[in-house]
């Protein structure tokens, strides 16, 4: 089940992804929003990166204007790792080496056939584990110290 959330700078965008995800038979948890208008990012951002840091979604999409605000939101939710991506290497580098559960993607910033291709890449490519389990490690402990 992949989670999905946009704001109105990436309700256009999630439309194109939500219609990609259901022709793949790809369960999809919808967060909204569902008309083009005008929401803070963070109301969406934030329970897309509970559902996938609870374990209720494996992954999730978070379409804003830019990513970026959804990005710094959802990875305030402990467990979350979320990474804006405009092209390939980036979308696949960031599940082989970070494990990154959550992708942000700028729906004023890529087309959708572009998008679409990060989307695959990003569901479809699995985390390398190694030696970057070490360097989540400490991530994980950040984020518990922090507290
Ligand atoms: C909304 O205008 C815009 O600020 C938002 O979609 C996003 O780009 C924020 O990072």
Request: hydrophobic share 25%.
């Given at each position: 089940m992949i989670a999905l959330g946009c704001d109105h700078g990436g309700f256009a965008l999630m439309a194109e992804i939500k219609k990609h995800l259901q022709e793949k038979n790809i369960s999809i948890r919808d967060f909204g929003v569902d008309r083009p208008v005008a929401v803070d990012y963070p109301d969406v951002a934030v329970p897309v990166a509970r559902a996938v840091a609870k374990g209720e979604c494996e992954k999730g999409i978070l379409v804003c204007g830019t990513g970026i605000g959804m990005c710094i939101a959802a990875n305030k939710v402990t467990g979350v790792r979320a990474a804006v991506c405009s092209d390939g290497f980036s979308a696949k580098y960031t599940r082989l080496?970070?494990?990154?559960n959550i992708l942000c993607l700028g729906g004023r910033v890529v087309g959708p056939g572009l998008a679409l291709a990060l989307v695959d890449l990003f569901l479809q490519t699995e985390f390398e584990g190694g030696r970057h389990t070490a360097r989540l490690d400490k991530i994980r402990e950040l984020e518990q110290s922090d507290r």
């Open positions: 080496h970070n494990d990154a």
